[in-house]
């Protein structure tokens, strides 16, 4: 097993048998003896399996990923390696803090959603081994964040000099990760090319600005330009997203006076199916999600959420305002988010980090309307 896991591991567990035969009267401790034996027999059996069905566990996580688009030859080997290790030496209580869990939770909770299934899939085959989905997320994190960098945002970066627009194009590419810059000298936007944001460094000659700049900046780019330009290209796609989708005829206001959200939930997405905004696929996914209790919650909004097959644009927003609130972990809930994301978007998590910069805004105390939901996205 020295290939996957430390000598230092191995040499603690052979002490800590040694030990029992050693202290105090080894009869007493015989029966201890042979069960934690029997105990490690047994494990050397299971990983003696995982090590023969290496080639048919790698197919179950490269099935699981491929469902998401985020497979990774890499990243499937150490899901492997991973897996070889919590079988020998399983880490039940999870390290990371709460509150940094949380966090990742918010950010990628696509990432969380495949880690459950990743990990039923594979019990279904060896439910000997624990998977603490802890740790098994921060690989899928690695295969979300791997696919997301093949689509990079374009930005034009117009200088009146070219020294100075050269550091700046330079500085760009490696302070907004993910972006290709090109950079024009004493230019218009004139060109049939779209880009993402265009951005002007230094005193452009104003007749040559066509109103399509997004900011502007004088001298070296610093961390305050940078923030400001990550905000920008943010809004300008999820932004615009969220703004279309919420202004469609795809809200529903549910007035019973029950405070179970399933109900609610339920009864909202059969209307949504029946007014073709959801398919039968689609709706009986996102249940079976949600009654997994990997519920996502922002403020005073749930955001239940499925990978979708059967969508055209790159995202769905469905919206459900509830008369009476709800409870889901603690956090009084007036409002649902229905979240569609199309199976072929690169950037999957991209989409439920701009909700949370702009939906934690919003205050917990006041029923939201379609209005004040509006309000946030501007």
Known sequence: ??????????????????????????????????????????????????????????????????????????????????????????????????????????????????????????????????????????????????QSR????????????????????????????NTACTLKVNSSLCDDEKYDLVIMNGNIDPLSNT???DYIFDGILDKKDTEKIQLILSDKFYGNICRTELKKDQILSYSESTSDYFCALTTCLESFCNNSKIVEEDRSALLNREREGNQLTIGSVAIPHIISRNIEQPYVLLTIFLQKEVIIKSQRINTILIVLVNQDVKDKGGIFKYLYSRLNKISNENKLTKEKLLEAFY
């Open 1 to 146: 097993m020295s290939e996957y896991i430390t000598k230092f591991e191995i040499e603690q567990q052979i002490k800590a048998i040694d030990l029992l035969k050693f202290s105090g009267n080894s009869k007493i401790h015989e029966p201890l003896i042979v069960t934690i034996k029997n105990f490690y027999m047994s494990k050397s059996e299971l990983y003696s399996k995982l090590v023969l069905q290496k080639d048919q566990i790698l197919t179950v996580i490269k099935r699981c990923l491929l469902r998401y688009k985020v497979y990774n030859f890499e990243i499937t080997n150490l899901i492997y390696f991973h897996l070889l290790r919590s079988a020998v030496f399983p880490i039940v209580f999870s390290k990371l803090p709460a509150s940094q869990k949380n966090e990742i939770q918010i950010s990628n909770p696509l990432c969380f959603d495949l880690t459950n299934e990743l990990r039923t899939s594979l019990n279904e085959s060896f439910p000997q081994v624990y998977l603490n989905n802890s740790f098994l997320v921060l690989y899928l994190i690695m295969a979300f964040k791997n």
């Open 211 to 213: 109103n399509q700049d």
């Open 150 to 177: 093949k689509s990079k945002q374009k930005i034009l970066l117009l200088s009146n000099s070219n020294a100075l627009g050269s550091i700046n194009k330079m500085l760009l590419e490696q302070m907004i990760k």
